[in-house]
């Protein structure tokens, strides 16, 4: 039997053409379907990258030194997986864990992945016979009118009992491309996992690093306003005795509620990071329990990567998904192509009837049917020439915006590149400010203490280095996030997780039909 044959093939036992006599358009059917070729283009990777450099000064600048502290940029170092802990900080690790862990987009997104990667597992099951089995029962009053007869209709039992198998020859491989395309938007849906999980811990690296500083600027200017009324009531006391015009009294209040106003954005911006971190983090605000965090206490990482133009392409998240969509437009065209072309199927039905159950064995009860069948589109309103025409234009488009995403990774690799080297260049110049301002208020403390400056000269000092140290957190805490963004332009680091690593080599090699 044809079911007996199919059971043997699949726990690999040998078919040869003795096990069952067939007729000879069998065999062409067989010989038609091993030589048949999938339709359509196979897909070719995009062409490697040439260029060897970001910036059009050959990335010129490899170090970035400002207060003590110099950055190295070296191609030979690789982007570790777990880059925020290159940071050194335990709350921020922390941080980092939690929101990986409950974070409803990433779980969101690793649930998408599960589902493609069941679609893929499904559609592998039309390369495989297709079994089914039958049974009926019905008792049924024939009309013989129906049949042109004049004769009394009668009553009578019928019990079926039967089996079919059916078998798609993908002579022109639309299936194939079917599942090609399946896999590639597996794969396309494991690099948006990557992404997502990329961008998670760097939002919440930014968000902690933001978040800090905003604490300590609110710090800083809480200092300054206390500094301000300290200076308010002694410029009060000498404008009663009448040694300072009243105007002096004016400025100081102006500049305290400046300064009182300036807190309560820095307030809201702050409640707005801890809000945030609470989403990432997968709870509500009121349930967050972040872990305290200062500037200080970070450690800024010293060797920093950079990966060749060539590297970029093969490690960036949003480069790989935008590759896999591209395989996916290409195997469209074969599918869209292969419904141009016959579809053939080997059908076979075996069953047994009879008026009981127990009759079923009469041999006069015994039907089967067996053959091919074939179906060809022979005018279809021109629309399955549009429909591949369409894909065509679907694969020119995905190529586009692939060309489009390398350009546009290369940039933000150019900018970050380019925002280290300014920016560290800025916290020099704020660093070197801060510390003429702290040197200039120490002096004037040292000329009040000798009685060679007035007290208004010491509390505008001192003003002046609240502000400066101000602008200094500022461009410290820019500096550590334009170290987050290089490793964020850069890939994340994915590819350095041995587990991850194993499932993207596996991924890719299952795309391969």
């Known amino acids: ?78 982007v570790p997986y777990e880059w925020w802990k290159l940071f050194g900080s335990t709350p921020l690790n922390m941080a980092v864990e939690v929101a990986l862990t409950h974070n409803q987009t990433l779980a969101a997104t690793e649930a998408a992945l599960r589902q493609s990667e069941h679609n893929v597992q499904a559609a592998y099951g039309v390369f495989f016979p297709r079994v089914s089995l039958g049974a009926d029962a019905l008792r049924e009053r024939s009309t013989p009118v129906q049949n042109g007869l004049n004769t009394p209709g009668t009553v009578y039992n019928l019990v079926t009992l039967n089996g079919s198998v059916s078998y798609l020859l993908d002579v022109f491989g639309g299936e194939r491309r079917t599942v090609e395309a399946l896999n590639a938007e597996m794969i396309n849906q494991l690099y948006l996992t990557k992404a997502a999980y990329l961008m ?150 075996y069953g047994l009837a009879g008026k009981s159950l127990g009759n079923l064995s009469a041999s006069n009860g015994k039907f089967w049917n067996i053959g091919p069948s074939i179906s060809l589109p022979l005018f279809q309103g021109g629309s399955l020439w549009y429909q591949r025409q369409a894909a065509i234009d679907a694969f020119h488009a995905a190529q586009a915006n692939y060309r489009q995403t390398v350009l546009t990774a290369f940039a933000q690799v150019g900018d970050v590149l380019k925002a280290i080297e300014y920016d560290t260049a800025a916290l020099q110049a704020r660093a070197d400010a801060n510390h003429a301002a702290q040197q200039a208020l120490h002096l004037l403390q040292a000329n009040y203490t000798a009685g060679l400056a007035s007290y208004i000269e010491v509390y505008t000092a001192d003003v002046l280095y609240h502000q400066s140290s101000i602008e200094y957190l500022q461009a410290v805490a820019q500096r550590h996030q334009d170290t987050v963004a290089l490793y964020v332009a850069l890939g994340g680091g994915w590819w350095n997780n041995p587990v991850v690593a194993t499932d993207q080599h596996q991924a890719t090699t299952g795309a391969r039909l």
């Open 1 to 78: 039997m044809m079911s007996s044959l199919i059971m043997k093939a699949l726990k690999g036992r040998r078919v040869t053409p003795e096990s069952i006599a067939r007729p000879k358009w069998v065999t062409m059917l067989f010989a038609g379907l091993l030589c048949g070729c999938a339709v359509g283009p196979d897909f070719v990777p995009p062409a490697a990258v040439t260029t060897d450099h970001y910036l059009k000064n050959a990335d010129s600048v490899q170090r970035f030194a400002a207060e003590g502290k110099t950055q190295h940029i070296s191609t030979s170092v690789s």
């Open 200 to 349: 998670l811990s760097a939002n919440i690296v930014n968000t902690m690093i933001a978040r800090a500083a905003y604490a300590e600027e609110i710090r800083l200017n809480k200092e300054l306003i206390s500094i301000q009324r300290s200076q308010l009531k002694t410029t009060q006391m000498q404008y009663d005795s009448g040694t300072v015009p009243y105007s002096t009294v004016l400025s100081i209040q102006s500049l305290i509620a400046a300064n009182e106003a300036s807190i309560a954005p820095l307030q809201l911006k702050l409640g707005q990071t801890e809000d945030l971190l609470a989403s990432l983090e997968g709870v509500t605000p009121a349930e967050l329990n972040l872990p305290d965090l200062t500037l200080n206490s970070l450690v800024l990482p010293v060797e920093l990567p950079l990966s060749l133009p060539s590297e970029l392409v093969r490690q960036r998240p949003d480069i790989l998904s935008a590759e896999a969509k591209l395989h996916v437009a290409s195997a469209d065209i074969g599918v869209a192509t292969a419904a141009m072309y016959p579809s053939i199927s080997l059908n076979g039905t």
